[in-house]
């Protein structure tokens, strides 16, 4: 199907938008995928997009509610369902069932879930080729992210991280701080398993790489942290010193 000229600016200056992470660029990424959808009703990538972007608003605590925004999966959906050939849009659907997954009946079956799905994105991408090897990366440390997430052994996380820090190597210095808020998650769920010190070392280095860190990044070193016994810099982030 051919995208009206009209809805792919929208949707690309939604994405451009969106790359800058703050919540004022966030709410205008919005209104641009918003008026791509109104532009064309069956653009899927705008729903999938527009459905992300939302979830990133929530995740930053930009939008206030203690729940995922209303109607979020199923935006993800429709996305998939308009278009499951294209990777993007089932990528799209893999993220936001993953970071709400613990809001579902059935948290763990759930989450699980998403590792299929991930898996489907990546396979399409692979199949279809119109991946580039930058978002290709991306997708591999999104699956790598759910899978650390739900790990019950150190030797599921280790892949996790050994995944995400291929993506690393392969960075560009355009993309300086790319996957090092995955790294320095992982790392951190690392250090359950393997309770050292030295894996919270590595996910605070990996963090404290991130300049302009937003609000899911603060969240994770405020957690590193306290985990580190250090309360008083933990504070600090918060604001209460």
């Known amino acids: 199907m051919t995208t009206p000229n009209k809805a792919f600016e929208f949707y690309?200056?939604?994405?451009?938008?969106?790359?800058?992470?703050?919540r004022r660029r966030?709410?205008?990424a919005q209104d641009m995928f918003k008026a791509a959808i109104q532009e064309d009703r069956k653009f899927a990538r705008?729903?999938?997009?527009?459905?992300?972007?939302?979830?990133?608003?929530?995740?930053n605590g930009w939008d206030p509610s203690p729940?995922?925004?209303?109607?979020?999966?199923?935006?993800?959906?429709?996305?998939?369902?308009?278009?499951?050939?294209?990777?993007d849009n089932l990528w799209s659907q893999a993220g936001v069932h993953f970071y709400t997954a613990k809001f579902e009946p059935k948290?763990?079956?759930s989450l699980k879930a998403c590792i299929g799905l991930f898996d489907e994105a990546l396979a399409i991408a692979r199949?279809?080729?119109?991946?580039?090897?930058?978002?290709?990366?991306?997708?591999?440390v999104d699956k790598a992210d759910a899978q650390f997430f739900i790990a019950d052994s150190r030797d599921a996380v280790d892949q996790a991280i050994r995944i995400i820090n291929g993506a690393i190597s392969r960075i560009d210095d355009k993309h300086p701080r790319r996957f090092l808020w995955s790294l320095g998650w992982a790392q951190y769920e690392r250090a359950f398993f393997t309770e050292r010190r030295t894996d919270l070392l590595q996910s605070l280095e990996a963090l404290l790489s991130i300049a302009n860190p937003d609000g899911a990044v603060l969240k994770n070193l405020i957690a590193t942290y306290a985990a580190l016994g250090w309360l008083k810099a933990a504070k600090r982030v918060v604001g209460m010193d």
Not at 12 to 22: A, C, N, Y
Not at 46 to 59: C, N, P, Q, S, V
């Open 107 to 109: 948290r763990a079956t």
């Open 12 to 22: 690309l200056q939604g994405f451009k938008e969106h790359s800058h992470m703050t």
């Open 127 to 140: 199949s279809k080729g119109n991946a580039i090897e930058h978002n290709l990366d991306g997708l591999q």
């Open 67 to 87: 729940k995922p925004p209303k109607g979020l999966r199923e935006m993800a959906d429709r996305a998939v369902a308009i278009d499951a050939d294209d990777y």
């Open 46 to 59: 705008a729903y999938g997009h527009l459905a992300y972007t939302r979830l990133i608003a929530w995740l």
């Open 26 to 28: 966030n709410l205008l």
